[in-house]
């Protein structure tokens, strides 16, 4: 069997070495010259910048990435570090900084000791993050079986979700403060994103030690031990398709690849224009237009001088005002931003050799220079650019004093930036938005009406760590029609 990916983002690369460790010849098709899509690292100025992905979990003993990565070979090659916290969230206005700890009873523990009053709500709300993500089966290695019968709770929105547990104004505050690693939308986020966040997130927060470039390369090395290819600057133009099977993919230059089995892991809408014929119909195109993208990214890299800031060994997010909390991804564009998620890179001695501040942002923002390309925007985008990034170091500057004067080079990336890294339609930095209130239509399906195109990646179910590995477990799967994956990864378990 042979099997073609397109995408050598943390979807592809996942699908291509679990198919590789089962023997399976895959060629994965990247149009970029570096692998990775959101685990793309970049160098300046001597350091290692990430695009996407900074902060991980579960790669702790017993823990789901550690359970694949150990499957798959990789991970003794991964410079995995435990955060101390969980995160660290400080206020701006009221410059009050609560360090959110690491581990479930010290979660609890912490936070009852400042709102003693809440101490069983809290308790009960912990309880009930981990018993539903139990509903996310593949979260835990089990088989997906009757993975649609999921609680109430499930599906409602996040916010209501923390309201049911928590009275207190502040603590439901500061429960929501990782609403922008999914973008959240009060009202329209569905807990389960919430949840699954919060639980691998709570339980082993990590990040990697030189970059998360490393997991792609990880998994990179898994296909071409296995004697398959990872192909960069090798942009997918076409999807042949016949009688509803794709019979080849050929890239920009007009190179044809063929396989058994083809496997999709970039944006829906970008590979519907791909697709000759009417493989798929005008309602399953129109509707993948219709869905929502998750808000867009701006990022300000910030390189700091020597000895200028110390190594604080968590995220920390910044936000102007606890009423803002979920103000991130929607927001009147006059007062963006509200917050702000800060990382650090570990330097020598205890120090942080540089810091990235990410920013959700509108992609309605950069929509005047969506035509233009990089480096040749214009100046009234340069000065936009300038100006956004003078809003996001004053809002830094408030919980970072001397943050400016510490720095050695400041840049920054924007929505657009993000667009043609990632090659999406509007730089959804998570993809497609999952709306509670329309749960049906937010989901996209791995099987397409052509037999043998599959999805996956982060458009399909759960973004990030906690999402895109286990939705290539499951196009993986589809592909072999039973829990042969799954239980290769249990055995190896076992067996250690
Ligand atoms: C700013 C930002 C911060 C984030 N922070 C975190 C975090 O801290 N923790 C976390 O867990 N997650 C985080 N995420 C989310 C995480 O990075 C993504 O969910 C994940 O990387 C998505 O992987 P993917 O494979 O689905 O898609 P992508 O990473 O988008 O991969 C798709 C790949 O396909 C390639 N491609 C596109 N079109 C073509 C074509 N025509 N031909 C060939 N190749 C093509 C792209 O170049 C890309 O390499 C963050 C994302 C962003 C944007």
């Known amino acids: 069997m042979e099997v073609v990916i397109i995408g050598a983002g943390m979807g592809g690369l996942f699908c291509g070495a679990l198919l590789a460790k089962r023997g399976i010849r895959v060629t994965v098709l990247e149009k970029n010259s570096s692998i990775g899509g959101g685990l793309q690292t970049f160098v300046r100025g001597g350091e290692t910048y990430e695009t996407g992905m900074h902060v991980a979990g579960g790669f702790n003993e017993g823990g789901i990435l550690n359970s694949i990565c150990r499957y798959l070979g ?33 979660f609890v523990d912490y936070l009852s000791g400042l709102f003693p009053h809440e101490k069983e709500n809290i308790r009960q709300y912990v309880d009930a993050v981990f018993r539903i993500s139990h509903e996310e089966k593949l979260f835990y290695l089990e088989s997906l079986g009757s993975n649609d019968n999921h609680s109430p709770e499930f599906f409602m929105p996040a916010d209501a979700f923390i309201a049911k547990y928590v009275k207190d104004t502040e603590l439901r ?49 898994v296909i071409e031990d296995a004697g398959g290819r990872v192909l960069t600057r090798c942009e997918v133009t076409s999807v042949r398709v016949s009688d509803m099977n794709v019979e080849c993919v050929a890239d920009k230059a007009g190179n044809e690849y063929r396989g058994d089995w083809y496997i999709s892991d970039i944006h829906p809408s970008s590979l519907i224009p791909m697709i000759d014929g009417k493989a798929f119909t005008t309602g399953y195109c129109n509707r993948i237009e219709s869905i929502p993208d998750t808000a867009s990214a701006f990022k300000v890299f910030i390189k700091l001088k ?35 998620n800060c990382f650090f890179a570990e330097g020598r001695d205890g120090w942080a050799s540089h810091m990235t501040v990410y920013c959700l942002m509108d992609f309605e923002e950069v929509k005047e220079w969506e035509s233009t390309r990089s480096g040749r925007r214009g100046e009234s985008y340069e000065a936009w650019k300038k100006e956004r990034t003078e809003r996001v170091m004053a809002l830094v ?76 477990i499951e196009t993986i799967q589809t592909i072999f029609a039973d829990d042969s994956v799954l239980n290769g990864i249990k055995e190896v378990i076992a067996r250690k």
């Open 306 to 340: 020597p000895g200028a800031v110390r190594f604080p060994g968590h995220p920390v997010s910044v936000i102007d005002s606890m009423e803002n909390t979920w103000k991130m991804a929607r927001y009147e564009t006059g007062a963006w931003p509200h917050g702000a």
């Open 74 to 106: 990789i991970m003794d090659r991964l410079r995995i570090r435990r955060s101390d916290l969980m995160l660290s969230v400080r206020y701006a206005d009221s410059g009050r900084t609560y360090n959110l700890p690491a581990g479930r009873d010290a």
């Open 397 to 472: 500057e408030k919980c970072f004093p001397g943050i400016r004067e510490a720095a050695d080079d400041i840049f920054a990336s924007s929505p657009l930036t993000f667009r043609d890294w990632f090659g999406t339609r509007r730089a959804g930095a998570y993809g497609l938005f999952k709306d509670c209130g329309n749960m049906a239509a937010s989901i996209i399906p791995i099987k397409t009406k052509v037999r043998n195109l599959l999805l996956t990646g982060q458009n399909v179910n759960m973004h990030g760590i906690g999402g895109v590995p286990m939705t290539a």
């Open 173 to 221: 505050a500061l429960l929501a403060s990782v609403n922008p690693l999914y973008s959240g939308i009060p009202g329209h986020s569905p807990a389960y994103i919430h949840i699954m966040i919060s639980a691998l997130f709570m339980e082993n927060p990590c990040w990697f030690d030189g970059g998360s470039g490393q997991l792609a390369e990880a998994l990179k090395s």
